[in-house]
């Protein structure tokens, strides 16, 4: 199930990607307002769901075929 604090980080994720960012747990802090901790949990949450991957030695973000397919869905809507 899609919340809507999913669909907020996978805009978020879509958006910073598309400008030309690399998506790590900070940059989700700045771009949303959100706390560390909150930003954890949602990752979490978003990779359980196998929206996003994280890259184990760079942390950087990446929405997976899934997630890319659902954020489209949110910004087109």
Known sequence: K???????????IAEAEGEGETVIAATLVRWLGVSAPAVTMAIRRLKRDVLIREDPRTGQLSRTGSGREMSRRILYR
Do not use: D, Q
């Not at 899609?2 to 978020?12: F, G, M, Q, R």
């Open 2 to 12: 899609i919340t809507i604090s999913k669909e907020n980080y996978l805009k978020a």
